[in-house]
């Protein structure tokens, strides 16, 4: 059985999904006490060895390349670790070369901002005019434009193509078969709503393409590239920039071989860059698109600042995204305006982060994965502290006192734009909310009608759609909103008091049963294979294959699309005849498996690695730690009970419920 191997790309941005709990008092705050910033290259250079000093830093530490500016002048550009550890290669801060990820999206939206200086496009304009050979598919009445794309606002269904990482030696995909072969619908209103959108700038990328009718990667080269002296960046993955690449390692330290995007060229995140380049990347953004030292100009003033306003936001206390930049960790902003972006793809990771105000910036390379948002949250952190630290002058946020009446309109389930499976259900109490979610729970004050507080200072928001009804909440992602949903309709056999009865209307309300529309939810019946595979990969949210049914026995199920995705994602497994079993009841062993196995390829937010549990009862050994697994994460409702030892029998052999499979659903991930 030939099976196309298929990961979630939405593990790739995996470390930018939940926002940094670093407590935050205040928001709009007054700018703080002048400061001269990192305006001394011996100062910087000390500083910045004393981080890498530390000892909690070299633990994490693999190789960085680190490059600081301020006003017009490199303050910094330098190397620590190494690029290659069994070599012992120290990291060149000139020539080693790092993949930056997403900080591509800079350099995409950049160009596209090139082209509507020159007038050759219209930012709101209909972006079909500009896709050559490309018509996308749009059922919202409203018109899709390159501001949409460019602000993560486009509405598709789909925001992350199947780029899993090629082999360098295979023929590439070019840019435009890759966006024929990925390509979404619109679905939601274009502007209403922030999900963080990988597709939408490889549409740019086209976009840019097929305006100026030369490959991509040559206008970012002869556009952005040259005129700024960046010598050693590219797009293209050739055997000169193969062979300076810094080796990749992985979370527990292994090293990675050197892998192609896909497509070969990768305007949302394939950018091979140095520290010296970015550096000069970096002074143009903070010097109004000049290229400090040659004259040249990759664009003006006016667009520069289109580009760093925030301009897409829940709420005007929460910092947004602006084109190509974003504001990740706004609780190290220290009362400065920051716009950021991050990078994170396999072996690498990387951060951007500008002061246009103080004319600003640092720039941080990573050649591993192990703790790297970790890391690169604590040289953040260490830089803004050094030197623009918080002060006194912040804004006083006083609680605003809302009746539990006028507090209710907030209640509801709301699932994550991006990663359907990530979940917050909101209850309204007389002082504020009540969030659950898979953090645990968490308090919420007023602060203003549509702005909350936690106890620690984090800030949450909701949105209103336009009868006045809320929409959307944004509280611990940095990527995505979520979307209220729709309210539930009552089953006949599951009353409000059944043990089920939240997972079961979650079920629901998540269109896990949308091809079972049926007045009874018969609760205590056993679930089908095809069921089970069908409501797991409708709660994935990833795109379902096109490819025909592999196994023999699926070809006229009506979940067959979802049990072949689901066969090349590697979560199920068939019979040696090349038979699923549609029809048979799913243990729960096999359950607890097949959920296991889409933690294990990126599926989730609680980690790939499998815990363990205490068990008890009879487990087929292949599926023992699958079922430890579901026992130590609580992917189970009150049908498991833990004795006095903390021993549980899971009754793996037994057939899984259609309640159970819910409460399943419901606390994963």
């Not at 290669?89 to 596209?112: G, M, N, Q, Y």
């Not at 990530?422 to 968490?442: F, K, M, P, R």
């Not at 023999?552 to 049990?563: G, K, L």
Request: proline letters at 6%; charged letters at 20%.
């Amino acid at each position: 059985m030939n099976i196309v191997t298929r990961t979630f790309r939405s593990l790739l941005g995996v470390t930018l999904v939940i926002a940094l709990t670093i407590p935050s008092n205040s928001y709009a705050s007054t700018p703080a006490t002048q400061s001269n910033g990192p305006s001394d290259p011996h100062e910087v250079e000390n500083f910045m060895d004393g981080f890498f000093r530390r000892a909690d830093v070299k633990t994490m530490l693999v190789g960085a390349v680190v490059a600081i500016v301020s006003g017009d002048k490199v303050q910094l550009n330098k190397g620590y670790g190494y690029s290659n550890l069994k070599l012992r290669s120290l990291v060149d801060p000139d020539r080693t070369l790092f993949r930056v990820a997403s900080i591509s999206k800079t350099i995409t939206a950049t160009a596209v901002m090139q082209l509507a200086e020159q007038g050759k496009v219209d930012l709101d304009a209909d972006v079909n005019r500009y896709m050559a050979g490309v018509s996308i598919p749009n059922r919202t009445g409203t018109t899709l434009t390159l501001k949409h794309l460019l602000t993560h606002t486009s509405g598709f269904d789909y925001t992350d193509g199947t780029e899993d990482e090629g082999d360098p030696s295979e023929a590439p995909l070019p840019l435009e078969s890759f966006v024929k072969e990925q390509l979404p619908t619109v679905v939601r209103k274009p502007g209403e709503a922030f999900r963080y959108d990988n597709y939408g700038y490889d549409v740019l990328g086209y976009a840019v393409q097929s305006v100026t009718g030369k490959p991509f990667e040559k206008v970012a080269a002869n556009e952005i590239f040259t005129p700024l002296g960046m010598v050693n960046s590219s797009f293209a993955l050739t055997p000169n920039v193969q062979s300076r690449m810094a080796t990749p390692y992985d979370g527990e330290g292994n090293p990675l071989p050197q892998y192609a995007t896909i497509p070969s060229i990768l305007p949302d995140g394939g950018m091979i860059s140095t520290g010296a380049d970015m550096a000069r990347f970096m002074l143009a953004q903070l010097n109004g698109g000049k290229a400090i030292g040659s004259g040249s100009s990759i664009l003006n003033a006016t667009s520069i600042n289109a580009m760093q306003r925030l301009s897409v936001s829940i709420h005007p206390g929460i910092p947004g995204v602006g084109y190509g930049f974003e504001s990740s960790y706004p609780s190290l902003n220290n009362g400065q305006y920051v716009v950021d972006k991050s990078g994170v793809s396999s072996g690498f990771q990387s951060h951007l982060w500008l002061l246009p105000d103080r004319k600003a910036g640092l720039f941080v390379a990573l050649n591993s994965t192990r703790d790297a948002k970790k890391l690169r949250a604590a040289l953040i952190q260490a830089f803004m502290d050094h030197y623009y630290p918080k002060t006194n002058e912040t804004e006083t946020l006083t609680p605003l006192h809302l009746k539990r009446q006028q507090l209710q309109r907030f209640e509801g389930e709301y699932s994550d734009l991006r990663m359907k499976y990530l979940h917050y259900g909101i209850t309204a109490h007389d002082d504020g909310l009540t969030v659950n979610d898979s953090n645990g729970e968490h308090e919420l004050i007023p602060i203003e009608p549509l702005l909350f507080r936690d106890s620690e200072g984090k800030l949450a928001a909701f949105k209103e759609d336009d009868k006045g009804n809320i929409a959307y909440f944004s509280y611990s992602k940095a990527d995505s909103w979520s979307e209220r949903l729709p309210d539930r309709k009552l089953y006949a056999d599951v009353p409000d008091n059944h043990p089920y009865a939240k997972f079961i209307y979650y079920a629901q309300q998540q269109s896990l049963l949308r091809k079972e529309e049926e007045p009874a939810f018969r609760p205590e019946e056993t679930i089908t294979r095809a069921e089970f595979v069908g409501q797991l990969m409708t709660l994935a949210g990833d795109p379902l294959s096109n490819e025909p049914s592999l196994f023999v026995d699926t070809n006229n199920q009506r979940y067959a699309s979802e049990i072949q995705t689901a066969l090349e994602y590697g979560i199920i497994k068939g019979t040696p005849g090349g038979r699923f079993e549609p029809n048979r009841p799913m243990t729960r062993q096999e359950a607890a498996m097949a959920l296991t196995r889409a933690l294990l390829i990126g599926l989730g937010s609680a980690g790939a690695v499998p815990l363990e549990a205490e068990l008890k009862g009879d487990t087929d050994p292949w599926a023992i730690k699958g079922v430890e697994n579901v026992v130590a994460r609580g992917y189970y409702g009150p049908e498991v009970v833990k004795d006095a030892e903390g021993k549980v029998d899971y009754r793996s052999k037994q057939p899984m419920l259609r309640q159970e499979a819910a409460a399943m659903f419901y606390r994963f991930p």
